[in-house]
């Protein structure tokens, strides 16, 4: 028998089974932190998921509220048609875009605020179409007074710029109709004088489509509560 044999293999076994647990040690810390990562993967794609579903949930109710919105837009104008199916037929009125478009020269006289008989019957045809119209809805209406880009001139004249006429044009618009039958919490007056023009102001053909008063139904501004 062999002693120094025999220790080298004792040895031998005893520095396998060492390097064994020194592997073992070592492999421990690894799976930990691949564990660790597949963790902290998992946590961001649940996040990334959570967003893309938010950000989906919100584009659908987008969507929604818009697709509301046109078909009530819809509702409205095929209601303005059939309310104004005879002054479009006659040619006195345009609609467009839900907005009632009158031509000045229909209602006034040229550098002025004061309506001509011919207006003033149109205007009182519209008052009971308008007032019909506005029973059945919340919303309210929006008179708004048009010019050209020629500035206001005359010594005569009473008003400053295209602003003044064609606020006070607006108002006694406004006026009309409330005198006629549009309850006054339903209708106000907006002036935008030569701003917004629908056609050139380079010929006359253009300047006097730009000369116009329009109404547009809006819906009703929400009340506000009256502070103590």
């Known amino acids: 028998m062999n002693p120094g044999h025999d220790a080298d293999v004792g040895a031998g076994a005893g520095a396998g089974a060492g390097d064994d647990h020194g592997e073992a040690e070592h492999g421990a810390p690894v799976w930990a932190v691949f564990g660790d990562l597949m963790a902290g993967l998992l946590g961001a794609f649940v996040l990334i998921l959570v967003g893309a579903l938010g950000m989906q949930l919100d584009l659908a109710t987008r969507l929604d509220v818009e697709v509301k919105r046109r078909q009530a837009e819809e509702v409205r104008r095929t209601a303005l048609e059939q309310a104004l199916a005879l002054p479009l037929a006659e040619g006195r009125v345009t609609l467009t875009g839900g907005r009632i478009g009158i031509s000045s020269s229909l209602l006034f006289a040229f550098n002025s605020d004061q309506l001509q008989p011919e207006g003033r019957r149109l205007l009182k045809s519209l008052a009971v179409t308008l007032a019909?119209?506005?029973?059945?809805?919340?919303?309210?209406?929006?008179?708004?007074?048009?010019?050209?880009?020629?500035?206001?001139?005359?010594?005569?004249?009473?008003?400053?710029?295209?602003?003044?006429?064609?606020?006070?044009?607006?108002?006694?618009?406004?006026?009309?109709?409330?005198?006629?039958?549009?309850?006054?919490?339903?209708?106000?007056?907006?002036?935008?004088?030569?701003?917004?023009?629908?056609?050139?102001?380079?010929?006359?053909?253009?300047?006097?489509?730009?000369?116009r008063v329009e109404i547009t139904p809006l819906p009703r501004p929400a009340s506000k509560a009256q502070g103590g």
Not at 148 to 159: E, K, M, P, W
Not at 160 to 179: F, G, K, Y
Request: aromatic share 8%; charged share 20%.
């Open 132 to 211: 019909g119209y506005l029973a059945a809805r919340d919303e309210v209406l929006m008179v708004s007074g048009f010019t050209d880009d020629r500035q206001v001139r005359g010594g005569s004249t009473q008003f400053a710029d295209n602003w003044a006429l064609s606020a006070q044009r607006a108002l006694t618009v406004t006026r009309a109709l409330i005198e006629e039958g549009v309850p006054s919490s339903a209708v106000f007056a907006a002036a935008f004088g030569a701003e917004q023009p629908v056609a050139s102001n380079d010929d006359a053909t253009g300047r006097a489509l730009n000369r």
